[in-house]
């Protein structure tokens, strides 16, 4: 199995601008999960899918984020627009029956 | 509410010597309760995972974590230490009748001196 897959695995863009991260989970899994992560802040869960159904969006920072989960082998986590201070490492899980959670590499974006 | 705690920001230890990072938490029900370890520039990786049974569960990398129900902790453990382990660690909790949203401690850098 490839495990979990993200791309880009390096976004460099400007203020303003709308950045596109993807994911493809685990084969089989039913749980896919959206975390940021920063020196400050630490991991922090954004958004979580059962079933390609949003579960519990709470921790999304504010209308700029959005994630969406067309089918079970997809999720995009989109940001429009950017600003510098969503610079962080965005990283996907999977799981299957909600028991241990499988990280992708995670996606560094940078916003100038 | 479910909640974890790593009271330590970073732990040295010297390489051969045994290690602990600890960890404890709070949850309504009986616990999930895993370890994962992240090296520089990677994803999480999953170590261990503790759901029913045996306190003492051992898991990937020769690491052990035990089960105290009554103290409320689930200590990671390694008896001999080597600078490969350097990296940071999160503990995380789950409560087995809720949904599948697991929280993460906030890690714990342990560092191995050679």
């Known amino acids: 199995d490839a495990g979990v897959i993200q791309s880009p695995r390096h976004e460099v863009t400007e203020m303003g601008q709308e950045v596109t991260l993807r994911c493809k989970p685990i084969?089989?899994?039913?749980?896919l999960f959206w975390y940021r992560q920063t020196m400050m802040r630490g991991l922090e869960l954004l958004i979580y899918?059962?079933?390609?159904?949003?579960?519990?969006d709470s921790g999304m920072p504010e209308d700029r984020f959005s994630a969406k989960m067309p089918n079970a082998s997809f999720s995009t986590l989109k940001i429009q627009p950017s600003e510098p201070r969503d610079s962080a490492v965005y990283f996907c899980?999977?799981?299957?029956?909600?028991?241990?959670?499988?990280f992708g590499p995670g996606t560094r974006l940078t916003v100038l | 509410a479910q909640s974890v705690a790593q009271p330590e920001d970073q732990v040295n230890v010297a390489e051969g010597n045994p290690l602990t990072v600890k960890c404890t938490y709070s949850?309504?029900?009986?616990?999930?309760l895993f370890w994962y370890v992240q090296y520089p520039n990677r994803g999480l990786q999953f170590l261990l995972k503790?759901?029913?049974?045996?306190?003492l569960v051992k898991g990937s990398y020769g690491f052990e974590a035990e089960f105290n129900k009554s103290q409320t902790s689930f200590h990671l453990k390694k008896p001999s230490a080597l600078v490969s382990d350097s990296a940071l660690y999160f503990c995380?909790?789950?409560?087995?009748?809720?949904?599948?949203?697991?929280?993460f401690g906030k890690g714990t850098r342990l560092h191995i001196l050679p």
């Open positions: 899980a999977s799981s299957s029956l909600g028991i241990e959670q499988f």
């Open positions: 084969s089989g899994h039913n749980s």
């Open positions: 899918f059962n079933n390609n159904v949003p579960i519990d």
């Open positions: 949850v309504s029900g009986n616990p999930y």
């Open positions: 503790y759901i029913t049974g045996d306190n």
């Open positions: 995380a909790v789950r409560a087995s009748n809720r949904d599948d949203k697991i929280i």
